[in-house]
Nanobody, 119 residues
Framework: QVQLVESGGGLVQAGGSLRLSCTAS????????MGWYRQAPGKQRELVAR???????NYADSVKGRFTISRDNAKNTVYLQMNSLNPEDTAVYYC?????????????WGQGTQVTVSS
């Protein structure tokens, strides 16, 4: 059974940085795409960043140039480095594992970690 455990959320002032981590177990981590989603109150969950099994990355327009997704297959861990945070980044951030290497179907989810950015 696949399990995803996120960590690294918290409260930060606008302009600050946070790094989220997500460690997976129960799957062959290296062959699947990984992603970070977020959901703000009253809004739909949105894809923030995705990294394929080959290391290619994609970002939502709202975070391009500020967020960086990376993965360490030896540690079964995916990271989201978030810089220049602003209050609009406040949300619960979820890690997800895809059923394929490119990230076309997202199947497994972590419990979420709260990120709050104060102005």
């Amino acid at each position: 059974q696949v399990q995803l455990v996120e960590s690294g959320g918290g409260l930060v002032q606008a302009g600050g940085s946070l790094r989220l981590s997500c460690t997976a177990s129960g799957s062959i981590f290296s062959i699947y795409a990984m992603g970070w989603y977020r959901q703000a109150p009253g809004k739909q969950r949105e894809l923030v960043a995705r990294i394929t099994s080959g290391g290619s990355t994609n970002y939502a327009d709202s975070v391009k140039g500020r967020f960086t997704i990376s993965r360490d297959n030896a540690k079964n861990t995916v990271y989201l480095q978030m810089n220049s945070l602003n209050p609009e980044d406040t949300a619960v951030y979820y890690c997800s594992e895809a059923l394929d290497g490119r990230g076309r179907v997202w199947s497994y989810w972590g419990q979420g970690t709260q990120v709050t950015v104060s102005s």
